[in-house]
């Protein structure tokens, strides 16, 4: 009974999606919203174009993205290999620095690394926290150096669709090859989505680390620490199943015996209101925000117990195997 | 998980340094798929785009279908007399005058045109240009043809919209100005063998030590310990040779190869290739590329883009969205790029050779 509840919970979510994508679909079939969404690409270009950077590891060529005024770069962790490893990094100028490697993930390909300081700000831009929604359908481009850094011909881009989500990568049908490993993928709001990893026979089969797994080890990352594995599962282990009540409000529909949240002291009829500083307001929304939370990590939710606000801590644990 | 999921592409390798100075490893492998650790999530399907709605997908695709109709009125296909597909044309002339690409259709009178609503044609050669890598020639009989509208390309810039058509059934594809417009240099033709440096002791020929990643030498069949004894009727004893007959021509031309294999003598008709590719994808690093051109360089001037197409629909027209042909498709070079010869770069001088073809000089009465 209690693996019922969780399989349930992402069934749900599922559904949402789906709907979701056919009713966007409809909209986009004439030519002024492809000019659009060209008007769009064709202003964010050069406000990240700067970030984009050649790296350069002796091994090979690759790409990678500045996300941070102090200059960490995201790329892929087969671009890097290990930490502490010095790379020559090409500038979209031209003009060439090194960085060292930070963390990396080596089952979600993610990884960090730390330009050298150059005693004034790096270009950066801003990484998107709102993993869920790259969802299928919505338009996106990416960046990279395909083949390595050529001066004459710059950065390349491509634009394309998401053609699906899955708990740790986007694939799209933005067209990659090698060299873009590592590499951004962006949304029309200029933030990075996903980082360039993987290619596949078919043009349409282009995959890329969403920012999940980099939000979930951050730290680790940051910490030049590989994460080889990273517990079962999507992220951290709550243990609650929702619904939606009359009141159109997130309600505990049930606690699974032994989980952290029958730990913490949550229960069936508590009205979720928040996670951390977030507002949580529907199924989707919450599945998604703990999922993007390791196990381990800390989270304090925001419950509404028969009319009264309560803030309960809940250190999320591993999620149970089947048959456990 | 569909089927497709577990169709992986090879892995990339390190290229050998010593055949290939300028190839570096390109990094964006695949390796093990991800998902097959996600057990739990594997009951559970995600929402997949359907085809229909991707970038190139047919809903997507009604977007463009009006604007489209002007670039497939003046495309048209090169096919072989037996019907095969050859490459793509650009309709310049309502009295029949076509441009396609000189390279990938060596000899006219072994083609013929086929327009899109089913007529054929015989092709007469006007002009050859190898700087563009274009034909001009002009379909025998036919007339009132739908020619292309030129627009200017000074005005393009990243990011937007282009098309063009694809395929025998001459669908619409979209796709984007995707890098800088330049000049793409030229490095010569390449069979796309390694060789021994040393002039073998028993003084006859050149010996192959090793074949290049779907290179001209693999296609036609050549392989390492073969010893090359002539290109081109012109006899090999040395390496320098090798290179010296193979770069002066140019890539789509055909030479005849004699060579040694286990002592018997034999021939072969290679079709070279641009060397630059040649040499960038020696052990297969532009993996899933669909295909490439066999010229992919020295243009004098050209556009990126990023157009699904391939290699047969060079030679068709490239549109913006407002239907004017800014282009000419001339090279698919990799996975993410094609090129175009904007139209600036040679209507001028292809419009005096048609208007020299139309008006012939009058014949001087011998004195």
Request: proline residues 5%.
């Amino acid at each position: 009974m209690p693996h019922f509840v969780p399989r349930f919970l992402r069934l749900t979510a599922t559904l949402l999606v789906a709907l979701t994508s056919v009713a966007e679909a409809a909209e986009q079939n004439d030519l002024a919203s492809l000019l659009r969404i060209q008007a769009e690409v064709q202003k964010r270009l050069p406000q990240v174009r700067p970030s984009l950077v050649a790296i350069q590891t002796g091994g090979g060529t690759a790409s990678g993205v500045i996300i941070s005024s102090t200059g960490l770069i995201l790329t892929a962790a087969h671009v890097v290999d290990k930490p502490g490893r010095d790379i020559r990094v090409v500038l979209d100028d031209g003009s060439v620095t090194t960085a060292k490697s930070l963390g990396l993930d080596q089952a979600t390909d993610a990884a960090l690394a730390q330009l050298k300081d150059r005693g004034k700000p790096w270009p950066s831009v801003n990484l998107s926290r709102e993993v869920v929604k790259a969802q299928p359908g919505e338009w996106c481009f990416a960046l990279g150096h395909p083949g390595g850094f050529d001066k004459a011909r710059g950065a390349v881009l491509r634009v394309g669709k998401i053609v699906k989500q899955t708990a740790n990568s986007l694939h799209t049908d933005c067209v990659l090859m090698g060299g873009d490993s590592g590499g951004p993928l962006f949304n029309l709001a200029g933030e990075v989505i996903g980082i360039h990893s993987q290619i596949w026979e078919n043009r349409d089969q282009n995959v890329h680390v969403s920012m999940a797994p980099f939000l979930r080890s951050w730290e680790a990352m940051q910490a030049s620490q590989v994460i080889k594995t990273w517990g079962v599962g999507a992220g951290g282990y709550l243990g609650v199943a929702t619904r939606m009540s009359d009141a159109v409000e997130l309600e505990v529909a049930d606690v699974i015996d032994g989980s952290p949240a029958q730990k913490a002291g949550v229960r069936v009829g508590d009205v979720i209101l928040g996670v951390n500083s977030d507002a949580m307001t529907d199924q989707q929304q919450f599945t998604a925000t703990i999922k993007t939370k390791a196990a381990g990590d800390l989270v304090t939710l925001l419950l509404r117990t028969d009319g009264k606000e309560r803030k309960v801590p809940v250190t999320l644990a591993q999620r149970p195997r089947e048959g456990e | 998980m569909t089927k497709d999921e577990f169709r992986m592409t090879k892995e990339i390798s390190m290229p050998n340094a010593q055949t290939s100075p300028r190839a570096s490893r390109w990094l964006l492998s695949a390796f093990a798929i991800l998902h097959s650790s996600f057990s739990l999530l594997a009951e559970s399907p995600r929402p997949t785009l359907p085809p229909e709605q991707r970038t190139n997908g047919k809903q997507t695709l009604v977007a463009v279908g009006k604007v489209a109709q002007p670039v497939l009125a003046c495309s048209a296909r090169i096919e072989s007399l037996l019907g095969r597909p050859v490459c793509a044309a650009t309709i310049v002339g309502i009295d029949g005058y076509i441009l396609t690409k000189a390279s990938e259709a060596p000899d006219l009178e072994k083609v013929r045109l086929k327009l899109t609503e089913g007529r054929t044609a015989e092709l007469r050669e006007i002009h050859r240009d190898v700087r563009f890598d274009l034909v001009l020639a002009q379909a025998v009989g036919l007339s009132k043809l739908r020619a292309a509208n030129f627009g200017a390309t000074r005005s393009l810039s990243h990011g937007q919209w282009l098309c063009s058509s694809s395929g025998a059934s001459r669908e619409p594809r979209i796709g984007i100005i995707s890098a800088n417009h330049r000049q793409i240099p030229g490095n010569g033709a390449a069979l796309g063998i390694r060789m021994d440096e040393k002039a073998p002791k028993e003084a006859q020929g050149v010996r192959i030590i090793g074949i290049a990643t779907d290179s001209p030498a693999e296609a036609a069949g050549l392989q390492a310990e073969d010893v090359i004894l002539s290109i081109a009727d012109e006899p090999v004893a040395q390496f320098k040779r090798v290179h010296e007959i193979v770069n002066k021509r140019q890539p789509g031309e055909y030479v005849e190869v004699r060579y040694l294999r286990e002592g018997k003598e034999e021939s072969c008709r290679v079709r070279l290739a641009s060397r630059t590719k040649v040499i960038q994808n020696w052990e297969g690093e532009d993996f899933a590329n669909g295909g490439i051109s066999l010229r992919t360089d020295g243009f004098p001037d050209a556009l990126q883009h990023d157009i699904p197409l391939a290699p047969s629909d060079m030679g068709g027209p490239l549109a913006t969205l407002d239907g004017k042909i800014v282009g000419i498709n001339i090279a698919r070079v990799d996975r993410v790029t094609t090129f175009a010869l904007p139209v600036e770069s040679f209507w001028t001088e292809i419009q005096q050779w048609i208007n020299a073809d139309r008006h012939p000089p009058k014949a001087q009465a011998a004195e």
